[in-house]
């Protein structure tokens, strides 16, 4: 499966900003969607944003529409999600992850994951 990398996760003031970035490595589809994840104790791992990478169609989760972007650099196979106007229900864990699929959001989907960021928004 592809390998995935993140990293930007970190502490910040609820209101602030954060960029996480996921660096994939041995593509193993021409077609697939790259998808960004949440998971917080005693809860499931939540789909948060999607793009599909053949097109470059975005999709999200309800909650944060308006706030988070996904996007995609094609030569550093790298997909980033900007975070903005934070809140303190946002922190979680952060996982980038891949499917072979069009558009899913659902994590059984996702069958390559990186190792998760912390993500931290205080009050």
């Known amino acids: 499966q592809v390998q995935l990398v993140e990293s930007g996760g970190g502490l910040v003031q609820a209101g602030g900003s954060l960029r996480l970035s996921c660096v994939a490595s041995g593509r193993t589809s021409s077609m697939y969607t790259m998808g960004w994840f949440r998971q917080v104790p005693g809860k499931e791992r939540d789909f948060v944003a999607g793009?599909?990478?053949?097109?470059?169609?975005?999709f999200y989760a309800d909650s944060v529409k308006g706030r988070f972007t996904i996007s995609r650099d094609n030569a550093k196979n790298t997909v980033y999600l900007q975070m903005n106007s934070l809140r303190p229900e946002d922190t979680a864990v952060y996982y980038c992850a891949q499917s072979p699929l069009y558009k899913p959001t659902m994590a059984a989907n996702f069958g390559s994951w990186g190792q998760g960021t912390q993500v931290t928004v205080s009050s």
């Open positions: 793009i599909w990478w053949t097109g470059g169609s975005t």
